[in-house]
């Protein structure tokens, strides 16, 4: 079973950066599958703007294209999301999480929130 753990969050003014990260555990299944990061802001379903193919071709939503960035380290098990130019509607919890279903068990997740 991989166990995921997001950090990296935190408060951050609009047009601020944040770099978060996701650690993989359990099993060394990650190296070889399509992983993604996914958001919930309050009182909307969770969403997914960003993903990586094992070999590292990426795709974004069109809401954090151009200002995102995600990476993956096999070696390490683990994945990054540089967010650049944040603005409030950015604010959420984010999780990393396989791109595709069956789902693994989705971890804690980290808070992002953008405000002056």
């Known amino acids: 079973q991989v166990q995921l753990v997001e950090s990296g969050g935190g408060l951050v003014q609009p047009g601020g950066s944040l770099r978060l990260s996701c650690a993989a555990s359990?099993?060394?299944?990650?190296?070889?599958?399509?992983m993604g990061w996914y958001r919930q802001a309050p009182g909307k379903q969770r969403e997914l703007v960003a993903t990586?193919?094992?070999?590292?071709?990426?795709n974004y939503a069109d809401s954090v294209k151009g200002r995102f960035a995600i990476t993956r380290a096999n070696a390490t098990n683990t994945m990054y999301l540089q967010m650049n130019s944040l603005k409030p509607e950015d604010t959420a919890v984010y999780y990393c999480?396989?791109?595709?279903?069956?789902?693994?068990?989705w971890g804690q997740g980290t808070q992002v929130t953008v405000s002056s």
């Open positions: 990586i193919t094992t070999d590292g071709s990426t």
């Open positions: 999480n396989k791109r595709l279903s069956p789902l693994w068990v």
């Open positions: 359990g099993s060394n299944i990650f190296r070889v599958t399509n």
